[in-house]
């Protein structure tokens, strides 16, 4: 008598075995959790992939920035140094609650030239996108600027450059520190699409804005 035929199945253990966990694949997806912990895999998923776009885009964007606007040459020129404001060894007092510095300090460290020498007088401001500050000269003090916030252009007079002035762009994932000497104009344009600049302006003088001691919009072209 011959040998009834073998199911296909059970010449092979491995398709039990499959067949095993696609049902309990099946039944798990019925159960009334499965759609919530699923959407939230799906959103969690989806969450780090846009930061990861948006982390690669934003180095790549301030990288760019940098290599276009702010060689330590045009920094020089401009009286200005730069930090990054995350995590790296720098004069910036960082931990993780963010960043802490002294002006005047900070200024002098960096070797910046003509900057205030103290604080006599102090302004904090934010300039909004597409915003305007300074473009004055004042001939009676000298000014240390503190930038952050904003991809912001910060222009400085200087008779050295054919031009006139030096003028560099500080990436919104900087902080800068820059100086202007008395009898030299400056300037702090927001240049962002949507962020704000912020800044400190620290004089070593009280300013008399009744009397001729500064000139104000210098640059016709901002």
């Not at 930038?147 to 919104?172: P, S």
């Not at 699409?193 to 210098?218: E, R």
Request: include cysteine; charge should be positive.
């Amino acid at each position: 008598m011959a040998n009834p035929r073998r199911n296909s199945y059970s010449e092979n253990p491995f398709n039990t075995q499959n067949l095993s966990s696609h049902s309990y694949v099946i039944n798990w997806c019925k159960r009334p959790l499965a759609f919530p912990i699923l959407l939230l895999i799906f959103v969690l998923v989806t969450w780090v992939s846009f930061r990861l776009q948006y982390s690669s885009y934003f180095f790549n964007s301030s990288h760019k920035t940098q290599q276009k606007w702010s060689s330590l040459d045009d920094d020089d020129k401009a009286n200005l140094v730069r930090f990054l404001n995350h995590h790296q060894p720098s004069l910036i007092v960082k931990d993780n609650r963010g960043w802490l510095l002294n002006p005047i300090s900070l200024a002098l460290q960096s070797h910046l030239r003509g900057g205030a020498i103290s604080c006599a007088s102090l302004h904090l401001g934010e300039i909004r996108a597409g915003g305007l500050r300074g473009n004055h000269r004042h001939y009676t003090v000298n000014e240390t600027f503190v930038i952050w916030g904003a991809k912001t252009k910060f222009r400085l007079e200087n008779k050295q450059i054919d031009k006139g002035y030096a003028e560099v762009i500080v990436g919104a994932d900087e902080v800068a520190v820059a100086a202007s000497p008395s009898g030299t104009a400056h300037a702090l344009v927001n240049v962002d699409p949507i962020l704000s600049t912020f800044f400190i302006g620290c004089q070593d003088g009280v300013i008399n804005y009744n009397n001729s001691n500064s000139d104000f919009n210098v640059w016709k072209d901002l």
